[in-house]
């Protein structure tokens, strides 16, 4: 027994252990992607990165990288700034209706962004009661449209980590007689930190990749990595340049990720976390509620002038759009009547779910799990970092490459009913991993020592240890992974089978009808999906039974 | 002891839980696996011959079941993404085809997979009119329908404006109709690059020169179709502050009232695109993809492409409904631009023009 070659086996079995989900995201993600990249490298047969970096040098590449950069960073520090009270007042204060209001605040998350594109503009368009702002097509309107999406990811990852945190410190911090503002910023804010940085993170990603709501939003004046990526491969077929964009996309994100890493390290990694229970509302709490109170109206907003829209008809109010649902539309606009795809879209979600949190869970595991030499947390991290690129990669190269790599047996995967699913689980795969990280991170590594010595095997210590803490927030990531599966267009619109077409499929194709029914039809269907939505969460937030919570 | 048999309970509860979901995905359906695997299954049948096209196609399911009983085909539809998605799709993987036959190419789009080596020769038992084939490639894409671009008016608003309605290209740069027109991008749409088309045949190389007059006149332009036509057309959108959008010659059909529709396309303003159909090199079913194609020229497929797909049939024997008979109307003297023309200056002209509007 040499002690000194201890950390290389360590190293060799936690790479053994991440060979499954290493070996998944090289298939679904590192081999299409490299393929679609080598598209635009090899020119008739020769290797040519000069002219692909050549691309870089262009002042119209420039202009979008930046936009695409700040635009997505102001979106996402608003996001951070409002989510932060609104994932208080939800997680921390016994408000009544918290729960309904918990699964409100994620529906915007899953609409159709053609959808929500519609909404916003009836609302800052010309005619629109906003239109005297003046913000149809301007910068301000994309960034409002990211943070409506992503504000939800913030209150959700924020609020589950809250909700689990110590009060103690907090309470010891006041009984010594620091102020509320104090205690905000020297032991709640800390003890959050990896939370609020891996949700900014990731809203970051969302934003910075987010496609159909900057084109709506955004007019086409305003072209950022992931337009500009689809329009070089799809309308101008310049493989080189959409190469050159995907490569500069990859390296900042693997930059961000490097960077986000580092600002994640837990100050103090052996915290306690109980489950403390919210507590009634008081009247210090005003500027929380209030605040909180703003952000819903904003969220709702757009919502509200959605569900008018589904009930208005050609001859008033009614029900005419949801009856329709059962059909195929105004000129028969669809080969699938509304509910059918909306079972295709639960069923569908199921397989996402199931096959992101596998993953997402083994990841979670891998990653924290407390390192013993300087070489094993490098390789941590990375693997870290690695789970987490699927999100800020164009979908457009992704569904390319799809279609290139994966046509051979064994991977002959272009037709397979699960490319859809597994798709999806790769889009909820980084969210699943950053709501359950840092949780497990904060599980205090000696308990599972004792556990150990105390004769526990290593399945038990994970039933007795790591279970009873990860419970919860593998709910709150089941309910994620759902919903961003229940609302994912983007790479479902590109591998979907046309006899099998999810909700958002089928809402973009009613939109993109002419005929008045199928406009109402779009709204209600989308209604439908964002009221199923809800009802997910809301399921979900139940399932939360306080004895299965002590398991 | 007690509490490892509860919690080994609650532990089968989940994973029963859990394998009760599973029983609703999609791993566990048949259904949707017998589809497909075998193309040349089926013993007494011809087998499964698989349609790539896009998004927007649709056939009435009496139709294709039709198809399917006659020929002893079972038709596969593969429909995803736009035009330029589908064009790329089958460019890229020429060597490997995702289907047999491949329909919504259009005549912006049909130099590339021509030129990848796509598609292979194939004449149909029908020809349809030569005026819709292509000068290059004519052997084997084969024209199945055609749907124009237009300028569009709501002539209610004008009516109670008391204005006359622009008739041409030039007149939407005309004060008189300052910040009424909204139009989709060209990069973004394909509506929008078939208008970007329409005035390069126009004004030749100082299109981007009316293109800064229209900007100056207060044109807005949005991302897709659906944004002008539901966002900001006065006709159809809720708040829309504009009456003259850019839609499709069929368009005032569908805004019939009564007896009159209460906006009309100006033909002087159209481009007109052509869908093509082909089969596929390589194809698993060449014999099937044939006998689709021949198909989709038939009356009763060609009759029933404007309700469908709100495009006109090619093949002239083909009757269109009522309502496109007195309000769908085609223009004449559409404008035109070469396919190979647009493919070899397709890039410079988006780049040119979205300097122009982003200035």
Redesign the interface.
């Known amino acids: 027994m040499d002690g000194r070659h201890l950390p290389v086996r360590r190293i060799a079995g936690l790479l053994l252990l991440a060979l499954g989900p290493v070996l998944v995201l090289g298939v679904l993600f590192v081999l299409p992607v490299s393929g679609m990249v080598a598209?635009g490298f090899w020119v008739d047969g020769r290797f040519a990165p000069g002219e692909v970096l050549d691309v870089l040098a262009r002042p119209?590449v420039h202009r979008i990288a930046w936009f695409t950069l700040w635009s997505s960073s102001v979106a996402t520090l608003v996001a951070v700034v409002v989510g932060l009270p609104v994932a208080h007042a939800l997680h921390r204060l016994r408000l009544p209706g918290r729960s309904v209001l918990r699964a409100a605040v994620l529906v915007p998350f899953v609409l159709p962004t053609?959808v929500v594109?519609?909404a916003f503009?009836?609302l800052l368009?010309?005619?629109?009661p906003l239109?005297f702002l003046g913000l149809d097509?301007t910068p301000v309107a994309i960034i409002s449209g990211l943070v409506f999406f992503n504000v939800a990811l913030v209150v959700r990852a924020v609020g589950t980590a809250w909700e689990s945190l110590d009060p103690r410190p907090g309470e010891a911090a006041a009984a010594l007689g620091a102020t509320p503002l104090q205690v905000l910023r020297t032991v709640t804010l800390p003890a959050l930190r990896p939370a609020i940085v891996g949700a900014a993170s990731v809203v970051f990603l969302f934003c910075a990749t987010a496609f159909g709501i900057v084109?709506?939003l955004?007019?086409?004046?305003y072209?950022t990595v992931e337009?500009e990526i689809y329009?070089l491969?799809?309308?101008?077929?310049?493989l080189r340049a959409a190469a050159a964009l995907s490569v500069l996309q990859i390296v900042v994100v693997v930059a961000l990720l490097a960077v986000s890493a580092r600002l994640r390290q837990v100050p103090d990694p052996t915290a306690q976390r109980v489950v403390a229970l919210p507590r009634s509302v008081r009247r210090s709490d005003w500027p929380v509620l209030s605040a909180t109170a703003l952000v819903l109206v904003a969220v709702a907003l757009p919502l509200v002038s959605l569900v008018a829209?589904s009930f208005?008809t050609s001859g008033g109010w009614g029900l005419d759009n949801y009856r329709a649902l059962t059909t195929s539309g105004d000129?028969?606009?669809?080969?699938v009547p509304v509910t059918a795809a909306l079972a295709t879209s639960?069923?569908?979600a199921?397989?996402a779910t199931?096959m992101s949190l596998l993953v997402g869970l083994l990841v979670a595991a891998l990653v924290t799990r407390r390192s013993h030499s300087v070489a094993e947390r490098r390789v941590r991290s990375v693997l870290d970092g690695f789970f987490m690129l699927p999100l800020g990669v164009s979908a457009v190269t992704l569904g390319?490459g799809f279609?290139?790599t994966l046509?051979?047996p064994p991977l002959d995967l272009?037709?397979s009913?699960?490319l859809?699913?597994m798709a999806q689980a790769l889009v909820a795969l980084p969210l699943v991993v950053r709501t359950l990280a840092p949780v497990l991170g904060a599980i205090d590594d000696r308990q599972r020592q004792a556990a150990a010595s105390l004769g526990a095997s290593p399945a038990r210590t994970l039933?007795t240890v790591d279970l009873p803490v990860v419970w919860k927030p593998m709910l709150a990531a089941s309910g994620f992974a759902f919903a961003v599966s229940l609302g994912e267009f983007g790479a479902t619109?590109?591998?979907?089978?046309?006899?099998?077409p999810t909700l958002p499929?089928v809402i973009?194709?009613l939109?993109?009808?002419?005929?008045?029914l199928n406009?109402g039809m779009a709204l209600a269907a989308s209604v439908v999906l964002a009221a199923t939505t809800a009802c997910v969460m809301l399921a979900v937030e139940r399932l939360r039974v306080p004895s299965?919570g002590a398991? | 002891m007690k509490h490892a048999c509860v919690?080994a309970a609650?532990l089968v509860s989940v994973a029963l839980a859990?394998l009760s979901?599973?029983g609703?995905?999609?791993?566990t359906?048949g259904q949707?696996?017998d589809r497909?695997t075998e193309p040349q299954g089926q013993p007494g049948t011809g087998g499964t011959v698989v349609l790539a096209t896009h998004?927007?196609?649709?056939l009435?399911?009496k139709l294709i079941r039709q198809f399917e009983d006659e020929s002893g085909y079972t038709l596969?539809?593969?429909?995803?993404?736009?035009a330029?998605?589908l064009?790329?799709?089958l460019?890229?993987?020429a060597d490997?085809p995702?289907a047999d036959a491949a329909y919504g190419i259009d005549n912006t789009f049909a130099s590339?997979p021509l030129g990848e080596g796509v598609f292979a020769e194939f004449a149909p038992t029908t020809t349809p009119p030569a005026a819709y084939a292509l000068a290059d490639g004519a052997d084997r894409l084969v024209p199945i329908d055609s749907a124009s671009v237009c300028v569009n008016v709501d002539s209610a608003w004008f009516g109670a404006e008391k204005l006359d309605p622009p008739t041409t290209l030039a007149d939407l740069a005309d004060p008189a109709y300052r910040d009424l027109l909204v139009t989709p991008?060209a990069?973004?749409s394909s509506v929008g690059?078939a208008f970007l088309l329409a005035t390069v045949a126009e004004y030749g190389d100082a299109w981007p020169d009316y293109w800064t007059d229209l900007l100056a006149n207060g044109t807005?332009?949005?991302?897709?179709?659906?944004?002008a036509?539901?966002?900001?057309f006065t006709s159809?959108?809720?708040?829309?502050?504009?009456p003259i959008v850019v839609s499709y010659d069929s368009?005032p059909a569908?805004t019939v009232s009564g007896e009159e529709s209460t906006t009309a396309a100006l033909l002087d303003t159209c481009f007109r695109q052509v869908e093509y159909a082909g089969v596929l090199e390589g194809a698993a079913n060449p014999a099937g993809a044939e006998a689709l194609i021949d198909w989709m020229l038939s009356d009763a497929v060609q009759s029933a492409l404007p309700?469908?797909m709100?495009v006109f049939p090619v093949v002239e024997t083909a009757t269109v409904p009522k309502d496109w008979a007195r309000f769908a109307i085609r223009p004449e003297t559409p404008y035109e631009v070469a396919p190979d023309e647009i493919a070899a200056n397709?890039?410079q002209w988006?780049?040119q023009w979205?300097d122009v509007?982003?200035r």
């Open positions: 598209q119209r053609v594109g519609v503009r009836t368009g010309e005619g629109g239109g097509g084109l709506t955004g007019g086409v004046r072209g337009t329009l491969t799809t309308t101008v077929f310049d829209g208005e000129n028969r606009a669809l080969l639960l069923r569908t199921v397989d199931w390319f279609l290139i046509d051979q272009r037709d009913p699960l859809v699913p039933l619109s590109f591998l979907a089978r046309d006899d099998t499929v973009y194709r939109i993109g009808n002419p005929g008045e406009y299965l398991l | 919690r609650k859990a979901l599973a609703c995905s999609l791993a359906s949707e696996d497909g998004e927007s196609f649709a009435p399911k596969e539809v593969r429909a995803s993404g736009d330029g998605t064009a790329t799709k460019s890229l993987t490997n995702i590339r991008g990069s973004t690059m807005k332009v949005v991302d897709g179709w659906e944004d036509y539901y966002g900001d159809t959108a809720k708040a829309g502050t504009r368009s569908f309700e469908s709100y397709r890039e988006l780049t979205m509007i982003s």
